[in-house]
Structure formats: C-alpha cells, structure tokens
C-alpha cells in the first residue's frame, strides 16, 4: 500500500514539475499575448474578427529576427494553440527558421501571427516541419473590418500572415520558410505527451504561465466591436 502512495507522489510530482515552463519559455508566451492583443486591437486594420473566428489554429512568433548567418535568414521562437469548442488547446512550443532575408528594407524584426485556416495545415506542421509556400499555401491577411469580403482570393490560402514591425503592419517573404515544433521546449511542458494529443484530445494541462495567454486568445476584439481600447 506505502508503494502505491509513494508511486502515486512522484507522479504527481512529476507532472508539477512539467507544468514549470523554463523563464524562456514563459516569457515566449508573455510576448506572444501581447503580440495577439495588440494587432487584433489596431482599430480598422486590425486582423478581421470573421478570419479569427473561422481559424483552426493560432500561430504567434514574436519578435522574429534577422539572424547574423552568413548568408542572411531569419530566426524565431513561437507558440501555436488550435480551437477546440469554444476554448482552445494547451500551446505547443514552435520555431521558425527562413534560409534568405525576406523582411523589409530596414526592418530588423517582425512579430508574426499565422492563422491556420484548416486542419491539413497544422497536421503538416506535427509530422516535423511545414514548408511556407511548399508544403502549405500562405498568403498575407487581409485587414481591417470589411477586408476579408473583397479579398476571397486570398482566403483558399492554407494560412495567412499577419506582421508587424515597430507597431505598423510590415510585408513579410514567408515562402521557404521552415516551421517545426521545438522539441525541447515541448518535453519540458508536457514530457512524453504527443504534441497532437496536446493540441487536439486534451490530454494535457496547459501550464500555468499559458493561462493569461489562452484568455486572450478567447476575447473578444476590441478593433471590430466599436469598443474603445
């Protein structure tokens, strides 16, 4: 009976510690809130509510860089949570890894919001890696309250793009970029849970430093209500 109750402790314990995401980590889920907030928020070109709402999945890279390779590229560290029902899912750690520059002159770093428009998208991305342009369609969103209803072409688009750079909307080059899941960051939230487990059966918490993140994700935006901010 005494191995029972202590087996039954270190599982316990286990999960508790799996649940304590690194700062980095937490931090990425910080930023990626604010990210989401802000550009869901900027009145009239914010991300249209109707695209939001019709989205499978959330991607979210804040603060994508301009890595000093020598043949130039980009690199950045995200989140990605798919709707389930009227909640979404616990957030499974990404990284975003591009082989040429595709910022715009003088842009350093972008923040970057990916709605996934379809499940095949994101079934891509958890076999290993996704490539932009290749493997899935990706288009820049539409903005602002009525943009989506004159941009239908866009919308057979697997994902759409969303960037900003010092508080504008900035053009981006996604094609042949590389997104993968970050192994590393994945097992330190949910061990050996399958990532597709997380995203789509529910079979793991989200870890307490997600939380303020998956509110967000389920408000309402202030942009296309006629709320003030």
Do not use: H
Request: proline share 4%.
């Amino acid at each position: 009976m005494k191995s029972v109750v202590v087996l039954g402790m270190l599982m316990s314990a286990s999960t508790v510690a799996l649940a304590d995401l690194s700062s980095s980590d937490a931090k990425r889920l910080s930023e990626a809130l604010t990210v989401v907030r802000e550009l869901r928020a900027i009145p009239d070109k914010g991300i249209p509510e109707d695209l939001w709402n019709k989205a499978e999945c959330v991607a979210v890279i804040p603060g994508l860089k301009k890595a000093a390779f020598m043949i130039g590229g980009e690199f950045g560290k995200g989140v990605v949570s798919c709707r389930s029902g009227q909640t979404w899912s616990a957030p499974i750690f990404i990284e975003m890894q591009k082989g040429s520059a595709g910022f715009q002159i003088g842009v350093e770093q972008v923040d970057l919001v990916l709605l996934v428009m379809n499940r095949q998208g994101v079934d891509k991305l958890l076999d290993n890696k996704i490539n932009l342009g290749a493997d899935a369609s990706v288009a820049a969103g539409p903005v602002g309250r009525a943009a989506s209803a004159s941009t239908d072409g866009k919308l057979t688009a697997e994902i759409l793009a969303y960037s900003r750079a010092k508080g504008a909307f900035a053009g981006i080059n996604l094609s042949g970029g590389v997104l993968r899941p970050d192994k590393d960051a994945n097992a330190g939230a949910y061990g050996s849970t399958a990532i597709r487990d997380v995203l789509f059966e529910n079979k793991a918490p989200a870890p307490p430093a997600a939380e303020a993140f998956l509110r967000t994700l389920k408000e309402e935006s202030r942009a296309t209500t006629g709320r003030k901010p």
